[in-house]
């Protein structure tokens, strides 16, 4: 594939070369776990993740793979509510909850604003309420499911990267003022936010990976984004594979993933993630990755910069 052809990459070409889905049921999770994470306030607690089984997202994002889990048509009403209870029963309590669903939580054909009742009904122990959401459906959805709610609410948005170039070749189908303007409308509505960056997305080399993850991470501060999770970008959906072998998108180094993770934090600007799953893909040396890897999760319960992991294999 030429940069040429690169260029010419949408909807349809994207969907044609993805694998088959994985069979699921509309009345259950597809996943549901507890991981720890630090509060705004300060505090390591438990948080609830709950995958839901949704309707595939209308945005087909090169770089996604999150369609693997999702239905070809909506839900039916109440199978979003019977979901969270399933998995509800199951897990320990805490005082955060994320409900991701692959998808956009204020698309009405992904979750139907009539559940949104039930939904918080069944929240209602919770501090906090997280959902995932695309910046270009942010609106009166948003504060509708936010006024039904006794826990505050924070969603997470997919900034991905403010390189206009690379953003617009993502297909994410949105600019960079998109989300700062989801970021305004929800702050002043006291709703929190979380942006999602991705440290090399296809199209950049290694440097220029982690310049603009640096700058992301950075305006998504200054737009007034509460917390940020640094994505280091994956293969695993097929386009990302072509790309790959095209040359046209190569997976980040472990030791960009620390640099600018430091980097965040060094800013005191709010709270910097990184997301630990399946990082050994990204690590070139066995000795050191295991302690590389607790460091990491450490800075993230942390929010501190943690002498880094010596190795004699690496230097």
């Not at 390591?44 to 997202?57: A, H």
């Not at 900034?159 to 189908?173: D, S």
Request: proline residues 7%.
């Amino acid at each position: 594939m030429s940069e040429n052809r690169a260029e010419s990459l949408d909807d349809h070409r994207i969907r044609t070369l993805r694998g088959p889905k994985n069979q699921v049921d509309p009345f259950r999770p597809y996943h549901y776990l507890v991981e720890q994470e630090r509060s705004l306030a300060g505090i390591v607690e438990d948080v609830l993740s709950i995958f839901l089984t949704n309707r595939e997202c209308r945005y087909s994002c090169l770089m996604c793979d999150l369609w693997k889990n999702t239905t070809d048509t909506p839900v039916p009403p109440g199978a979003i509510p019977t979901q969270i209870q399933w998995a509800l029963e199951k897990l320990p309590g805490a005082k955060q909850v994320k409900l991701y669903n692959s998808a956009n939580f204020f698309d009405p054909g992904a979750v139907p604003p009539e559940d949104y009742p039930r939904i918080a009904s069944l929240v209602d122990q919770f501090e906090t309420v997280i959902v995932e959401n695309h910046p270009l459906l942010t609106g009166q959805r948003c504060l509708q499911f936010a006024r039904l709610l006794r826990p505050r609410l924070q969603v997470a948005m997919g900034l991905e990267t403010i390189n206009p170039e690379v953003l617009r070749r993502l297909n994410k189908k949105m600019v960079p003022g998109d989300f700062s303007r989801s970021v305004s409308f929800l702050k002043k509505e006291g709703i929190q936010t979380r942006a999602f960056i991705l440290l090399r997305p296809p199209f950049q080399s290694e440097e220029e990976g982690i310049h603009w993850a640096k700058q992301s991470l950075k305006f998504a501060f200054e737009c007034g984004t509460d917390c940020c999770t640094l994505i280091p970008t994956r293969s695993g959906n097929g386009i990302m594979e072509l790309l790959h072998q095209e040359g046209l998108f190569t997976p980040p180094l472990l030791s960009s993933l620390e640099e600018v993770q430091e980097f965040g934090l060094g800013l005191h600007a709010g709270s910097v993630f990184v997301d630990t799953w399946d990082l050994q893909l990204f690590s070139q040396c066995d000795t050191c990755f295991d302690g590389r890897l607790q460091r990491l999760v450490k800075m993230n319960l942390e929010q501190r910069i943690l002498p880094p992991v010596s190795c004699s294999c690496c230097s």
